[in-house]
């Protein structure tokens, strides 16, 4: 059984950097796309930046510009790096997968636990 496992989180002053990985617990054959969702205290999980199965790289209008989502595909692993972290930025961040385990798999969805991110003076 395929987990996710997120790190990276953590706490940081206004300006600061932080990379969240997303990492598969064990050998897949492909990651075909990934999300990364957040969930500010109090609100809605909310979309965050993402790419496609066609390689497109797309971000929520609030984080362009300082996030860039990649992926390491030797590492089954996606990131997302934060840079210029504003207090807004604060939430809950959960990666979602969706991931071929093996060449002859259908392709699945997965979740991370989730990490928290505090921007905060």
């Known amino acids: 059984q395929v987990q996710l496992v997120e790190s990276g989180g953590g706490l940081v002053q206004p300006g600061g950097s932080l990379r969240l990985s997303c990492a598969a617990s064990t050998t897949i054959y492909s990651i075909n796309a990934a999300v990364w969702y957040r969930q500010p205290p109090g609100k809605q999980r909310e979309w965050v930046a993402a790419?496609?199965?066609?390689?497109?790289?797309n971000y929520a209008d609030s984080v362009k510009g300082r996030f860039a989502i990649s992926r390491d595909n030797a590492q089954d692993t996606v990131y997302l790096q934060m840079d210029n972290l504003k207090p807004e930025d604060t939430a809950v961040y959960y990666c979602?997968?969706?991931?071929?385990?093996?060449?002859?798999?259908?392709?699945?969805?997965?979740w991370g636990q989730g990490t928290q991110v505090t921007v905060s003076s």
């Open positions: 790419f496609t199965s066609g390689g497109a790289t």
């Open positions: 979602n997968l969706e991931i071929r385990v093996s060449v002859c798999g259908r392709k699945q969805s997965y």
